[in-house]
C-alpha cells in the first residue's frame, strides 16, 4: 500500500487533477498532494484541493515549499 501520492501539474493535468485525488482516496492513499511547478503552489487534498505552504508528512517530517520549488529549479536547470 502506498503512504503518498504526489502529483505535479502540466497542462494536460489541470482538467484531471480532482478525479484523480478522489480515485487515490478511494484505494486508500492516505496523503495526497499536488504541486503546480508554473503557479508555485502546494495543496493537499482533504476531500478538496487546499493550498498550504509547505508538506507536511505523516511522520512529522516538514518539507519547506520554498525546498521543493529551489530543486526543482536545480534540476530543470541541470
Not at 484505494?27 to 503552489?41: H, K, M, S
Not at 498550504?52 to 529549479?73: C, M, R
Request: charge should be negative.
Amino acid at each position: 500500500m502506498l503512504d503518498i501520492a504526489v502529483e505535479i501539474l502540466s497542462d494536460d493535468d489541470k482538467r484531471y487533477i480532482r478525479e484523480k485525488c478522489r480515485n487515490y482516496e478511494i484505494v486508500g492513499i492516505p496523503q495526497i498532494f499536488v504541486l503546480d511547478p508554473e503557479a508555485r503552489t502546494i495543496s493537499v487534498w482533504n476531500h478538496g484541493l487546499v493550498e498550504v505552504k509547505d508538506l507536511a508528512l505523516a511522520n512529522g517530517t516538514t518539507i519547506a515549499g520554498e525546498t521543493i520549488w529551489q530543486e526543482f529549479e536545480r534540476r530543470m536547470n541541470a
